[in-house]
């Protein structure tokens, strides 16, 4: 799955860890057209998820499995994210499902909970676990401009 990295080498000291003040501040919005530094910060979001989902590149666990990273985990306090969705078609085939939305904004929600059971599922949770369930929403509506397809208003 993974052909070529766009910048250097995804290690885990790109993710900011959960202790660090910076999560906790508020993200700007991105000025489109991106500039060329935020452009690189899409690229490096991408690079680390491929990354880490790719079995002969994370053969020994360097990086933690991930199917999403937003900015603010790899220290840029801006509005963008990517996720790469392995889903098995009915052949057990995996096809993937990837998206990079720009200024997201849920713009819908269920009402149904969900969590993992096994606790907290961010990257930015590293070496300190954390007790208990984290309830989201089952499902959001997103909008933003979509970086892959270079058009504004997608929705998910």
């Known amino acids: 799955?993974?052909?070529?990295?766009?910048?250097?080498?995804?290690?885990?000291?790109?993710?900011?860890?959960?202790?660090?003040?910076?999560?906790?501040?508020?993200?700007?919005?991105?000025?489109?057209?991106?500039?060329?530094?935020?452009?690189?910060?899409?690229?490096?979001?991408?690079?680390?998820?491929?990354?880490?989902?790719?079995?002969?590149?994370?053969?020994?666990?360097?990086?933690t499995e991930a199917i999403g990273i937003a900015a603010p985990q790899i220290g840029e306090n801006i509005k963008m994210y990517y996720i790469l969705l392995p889903i098995p078609d009915k052949n057990e085939k995996i096809i993937y499902y990837e998206h990079a939305l720009i200024n997201p904004k849920i713009i819908g929600k269920s009402e149904q909970i969900a969590y993992l059971k096994k606790g907290e599922g961010c990257l930015s949770v590293t070496n300190h676990p954390h007790e208990g369930l984290v309830p989201r929403s089952y499902k959001i509506n997103v909008t933003g401009y979509d970086y892959l397809k270079r058009k504004s208003n997608f929705n998910c």
């Not at 003040?21 to 993200?27: I, T």
Request: hydrophobic share 40%; net charge negative.
């Open 1 to 63: 799955m993974l052909n070529k990295l766009q910048n250097e080498v995804p290690s885990a000291s790109w993710i900011t860890e959960d202790t660090k003040a910076s999560l906790l501040k508020p993200c700007a919005d991105v000025i489109l057209p991106l500039t060329p530094k935020d452009e690189n910060i899409m690229k490096r979001m991408i690079d680390w998820v491929k990354a880490s989902q790719d079995k002969e590149f994370n053969a020994n666990n360097i990086l």
